[in-house]
T-cell receptor
Framework: DAGVTQSPTHLIKTRGQQVTLRCSPI?????VSWYQQVLGQGPQFIFQ???????GRGNFPDRFSARQFPNYSSELNVNALLLGDSALYLC??????????????FGSGTQLSVL | RKEVEQDPGPFNVPEGATVAFNCTYS??????FFWYRQDCRKEPKLLMS???SGNEDGRFTAQLNRASQYISLLIRDSKLSDSATYLC??????????????FGTGTRLTVIP
């Protein structure tokens, strides 16, 4: 079975532009979460979607938005890019809403560079 | 104060050594706890969940002390392949039932031949 897939793997944008990142969860997983990992830091939670509804939101500005499609894939959209948005964006999928003893499985991420 | 605090290291240890990482969390209502491993420029991967009773997986032992809000990871007989960043992760939950995961900054381990 394919793991969590993200596209693109790398992206270069300039300040003020908009970007859309994509994620396909593991087959059968209904929850997708997005994380931002700045160099030298741990991942920081952005959004969680479950059954196509937003179920959690981290402390990020409204420039960040996301959605989940009927096939459970997801897109993260960032508007008006800032230099500080440069980071590794990770998508994680899980079968259920809550991660207790279940694995939260990450994709290999999209490296976004804003120039 | 950060939700999860870790010593960033780096820890440089010889092969065969025993090394311990510590992590503290600030929210006493935290529900579940994990250690993840992250190799350079790769995604984090679950190493082990952490339980109050303590749990062991081969050379790795994790402990949780809820009273002190402290989590530890012990690696025995270090291998070169253990070189990575180890992330302490705490799920504080939410009213919606969703995850609310907080990651530490990670502790960098290098095992030296």
């Amino acid at each position: 079975d394919a793991g969590v897939t993200q596209s693109p793997t790398h992206l270069i944008k300039t300040r003020g532009q908009q970007v859309t990142l994509r994620c396909s969860p593991i087959s059968g997983h209904k929850s997708v979460s997005w994380y931002q990992q700045v160099l030298g830091q741990g991942p920081q939670f952005i959004f969680q979607y479950y059954e196509k509804e937003e179920r959690g939101r981290g402390n990020f500005p409204d420039r960040f938005s996301a959605r989940q499609f009927p096939n459970y894939s997801s897109e993260l959209n960032v508007n008006a890019l800032l230099l500080g948005d440069s980071a590794l964006y990770l998508c994680a999928s899980s079968p259920a809403l809550q991660v207790t003893n279940e694995k939260l499985l990450f994709g290999s991420g999209t490296q976004l560079s804003v120039l | 104060r950060k939700e999860v605090e870790q010593d960033p290291g780096p820890f440089n240890v010889p092969e065969g050594a025993t090394v311990a990482f510590n992590c503290t969390y600030s929210n006493s209502a935290s529900q579940s706890f994990f250690w993840y491993r992250q190799d350079c420029r790769k995604e984090p991967k679950l190493l082990m969940s952490v339980y109050s009773s303590g749990n062991e997986d081969g050379r790795f032992t994790a402990q949780l002390n809820r009273a002190s809000q402290y989590i530890s990871l012990l690696i025995r007989d270090s291998k070169l392949s253990d070189s990575a960043t180890y992330l302490c992760v705490v799920n504080i939950g939410s009213q919606t039932g969703a995850n609310n995961l907080f990651f530490g900054t990670g502790t960098r381990l290098t095992v030296i031949p």
